[in-house]
């Protein structure tokens, strides 16, 4: 018999079934089975292109997905994502090509051509440690969450908190991420004073994978990134920070 797709918050609401919707964003925002904090698991969700979708009653019904896993979930908590398969027919209904042509369309449009592009897997793109030379991985999401800080742009009710604190007054360390035995897993950022930093990465042993979706909005204002203006990509953070750890 074969297992339902299910999602557990933080064990308060075990089992839930992963409806149509949620399939969609899960599929588009690279999450897969397994564990993540809740933190992780909403950005992913959140960074999903909604531009994408056909029906606009479709993208409101997105929309209200990550509203209800918002209300479901502890921010601080962690999500658990069971028996996950894509059922590529049922997402179609979502775009206007078929989910392959998307896909294919995406992975053109993010591909990395840092470390090791064989690996990518989109929205991801994966970049080998090595690239940033002899920098141990803490240095290096460090590096990365910095300079996140200093390229994000006050969005929301950000642009209404004036003073916007500089970088040497943040605690970056605050952000990054570990595992049950104490590793260093990833860095997870959001809205920081006011800044719409929305970084994700994650270390999988000698390689980073980064969220590419979260970098197209690198200084742009919300008026801007609605309008379809993108100024910068992931492959050119990765190499700003490269330059800023020499």
Known sequence: MHNEPTVSYDGRLPNQPIHSNLQYLMAQGGV??????TQAFIMALESVPLEWVRRIESRMELEQEIGFVKAFAKSEGTVTVENFELDYQRLEAFVNTTFAEMHAQLTAASEAR????????????EVDRA??????VKEVLLAI????????VPRGNGKLQGFQAPSMEIDFEAFLEYDANGNLSGLVMD??????????????GDRLQLHAYAFEQREVTAEEFHAGVRKSNADMFLAEVKKELE
């Open 191 to 204: 809205y920081i004073q006011g800044r719409d930093c929305r970084t994700l990465v994650r270390v999988e």
């Open 114 to 125: 840092i470390g090791n592009p064989d690996h990518y897997r989109s929205p991801w793109i």
């Open 32 to 37: 897969g089975n397994g564990q993540m904090s």
């Open 131 to 136: 690239y940033y030379g002899n920098h141990d």
């Open 145 to 152: 969450a910095k300079h996140s800080y200093e390229t994000a």
